[in-house]
């Protein structure tokens, strides 16, 4: 008998759970088997969401459940495709979203085998539907539902770059929309979505940087909030100060560069953010390279560092000047252990020549010319992926 057609009455969400195992536990030996059950399991949580999915706790449970059944284990790209193609394509529902986000953060290699079942002629038809139920506002009222939006859209976005006509989803009225959220959710408990709204516009910034066009609505929209959108940019700088995730810290230090190398955004931020901003930075270049991610992140902050010192309020107002130079020179003297990257050389020297006042001092000579190798054109930021 369809599952839909018995009437379930649990005493509590045990044996709710209890339930969903027993989908799990039917047998099957072919992948129209799999995909049955694997509907039959969805329906049944999208039945009950309402009555045992309270929150991101229970949501995880039941998806986790799937993800780590046997069924899963032995069919996984059968169970992700099935997803994909008969139910977060098709449904007006959130289960199979957050499906797919939690078993594509689990394992990476699931998240990118849902991006390529997701395009088709190019288009990636899952973040269009996506976007097109964020616009519509659907989930607006369930912050743990959005986030899954946002969450499952970040990590599309993530793995490639976007065709123009999928890049042009993304309007003026959304940036705004999403600018608006970051506002309206300041407080503490309301941080963890606040952040994967942040995650979304960052990633949407690094499309624009990849896609070699000079349009990049991010920046035109930030232009157009300087001063209504505080909570967004003390964030951006909160987050680059927490953060262990170098993909998270590459993001952020794309839009600072993009926003500090833009006119109209030059004063942006307030000053005491921008001191902020100095003291993570010296930290970083004091505490980095000695890896290839390091190196590669050490050189972004570097080139995030030469407009927020050339362009930015600090330009008037200088901040710990002899301790970035101090910095600067160890960076290119990092002693008898240790050489200084040829990229990092060239990005001091040229700090220290377009910005420091003793440009002329013995210490710069000591730089030594740019070769031919380290003229690496600027916009190699937007193209780095750690």
Known sequence: MDDDAIE????DIESFYSELDEILHRPYSTE???????TQYIRFIVRYSKDFLKGSTEIDQVAYKLIDSQICLDYSTVVLSHIVHSHALVDQDYIPYAILLIAGRDEPRWMKYILMESIQ???NRLFCKLIQEIKLG?????????????????ELCKLNTMEKEDLDLVDSPLIHHLLDLVQETRGDAQESFNYDVIHLIMVFN???MMSGSNENLILDVL????????IFSANLIFMLNRSNDICIQMLILKLLYAIFTRQTLYEYFYTNDLYV???????????LGDTKEGQTLLDAYLRVLEPLLENTQLNRRPYKKEEI???LQQLIHPGMQRKAHSTTKRLVKRIIEDWYDCCSSPATSSLGPSTPADDIPEDVLAKQVV
Do not use: H, M, P
């Open 8 to 11: 379930y009455y649990f005493d």
């Open 32 to 38: 129209q088997d799999v995909q049955r059950i694997i």
């Open 121 to 123: 002629a190019k288009r």
């Open 138 to 154: 659907i989930w607006d009222t369930n912050l743990d539902i959005s986030s899954i939006l946002f969450g499952l859209c970040f």
């Open 206 to 208: 690094e499309q624009y």
């Open 223 to 230: 232009s157009q909030r300087i001063g209504t959108s505080d």
């Open 277 to 287: 901003l100095v003291d993570i930075i010296l930290r970083e270049l004091c505490g």
């Open 325 to 327: 130079y101090r910095v």
